[in-house]
């Protein structure tokens, strides 16, 4: 389970929003199952944005660094799927790392339709769906 308060939810949800049809990306950071803050990072996948991202590394290292000094850890990672479902495609197993969430949005026609959050399995076939507990 993550857990995530409804602010941040709705930040997520207005980024995906305001990028579509692009995908939108950003980093989670917490501690345990606990989202505590959001980055908005730029999506750098400029050829194929309507259906793949990309974070740049000096992002995640930067952001990194931040949450490290507020004792804190990057928790994972969320994108939008413009026009398709909340699901992990292959490319985003291909590109998951174990032991961090991934929450995907939906957006069909630039509104937000659904979210979900899903973890990796050890063996990286397959990802699993964890309940997204939003907090008030």
């Known amino acids: 389970m993550i857990y995530i308060n409804?602010?941040?939810?709705?930040?997520?949800?207005?980024?995906?929003m305001d990028v579509?049809?692009?995908?939108?990306?950003?980093?989670?950071?917490g501690t345990g199952d606990r989202v505590l803050k959001i980055y908005r990072v730029e999506n750098i996948n400029k050829e194929r944005?309507?259906?793949?991202?990309?974070?740049?590394?000096?992002d995640i290292l930067r952001i990194e660094k931040e949450a490290s000094n507020e004792s804190q850890d990057i928790i994972g990672f969320y994108h939008s799927h413009?026009?398709?479902?909340?699901?992990?495609?292959?490319?985003?197993?291909e590109r998951a790392w174990p032991d961090y969430r991934y929450i995907i949005i939906s957006v069909r026609n630039g509104t937000e339709?659904?979210?979900?959050?899903w973890k990796l399995v050890d063996n990286r076939e397959k990802f699993e769906e964890e309940?997204?507990?939003?907090?008030?």
Not at 6 to 16: G, S
Not at 49 to 58: K, T, W
Not at 85 to 91: E, T
Not at 131 to 136: D, S, T
């Open 131 to 136: 309940r997204l507990m939003i907090e008030g």
């Open 20 to 29: 579509y049809p692009s995908e939108g990306c950003g980093v989670l950071v």
């Open 49 to 58: 944005a309507n259906d793949r991202y990309e974070i740049d590394p000096s």
């Open 82 to 93: 413009p026009d398709h479902p909340d699901m992990p495609s292959d490319f985003d197993r």
């Open 6 to 16: 409804e602010q941040l939810y709705t930040e997520i949800k207005d980024h995906a």
């Open 113 to 117: 339709v659904s979210i979900r959050s």
